[in-house]
Nanobody
């Protein structure tokens, strides 16, 4: 089973930036991958997905223009560059990888999750 480890979260002021990383135990270089987040009291929601080749991405409207998803298969790592952060971006961020899904079906991912990384944006 592939292990996913998120890192890079922290406390930042509104308007600031953070870059999250998701490192995998391998075997994901041909899989679509994605970021999700879950705010307190809310359901987990899709943030962005990237194809195995990194050529294509699917980004949620709520973060489009502010967040950029990327990956480096040589490092088994996916990234989420978050700019112009807002208090409503406060959440635990999780990554996911699935060999059966595309960037368009990743929002329906229901597999296992890692521990996530906390992002807190103060106003």
């Amino acid at each position: 089973q592939v292990q996913l480890v998120e890192s890079g979260g922290g406390l930042v002021q509104a308007g600031g930036s953070l870059t999250l990383s998701c490192t995998t135990s391998g075997r994901t270089s041909t899989w679509a991958m994605a970021w999700f987040r879950q705010a307190p009291g809310k359901e987990r929601e899709f943030v962005a997905a990237i194809s195995w080749s990194a050529v294509s991405t699917n980004v949620a409207d709520s973060v489009k223009g502010r967040f950029t998803i990327s990956r480096d298969n040589t490092k088994n790592t996916m990234y989420l560059q978050m700019n112009n952060l807002k208090p409503e971006d406060t959440a635990v961020y999780y990554c996911a990888a699935d060999p059966q899904k595309t960037i368009w079906t990743m929002p329906t991912y229901r597999g296992s999750w890692g521990q996530g990384t906390q992002v807190t944006v103060s106003s």
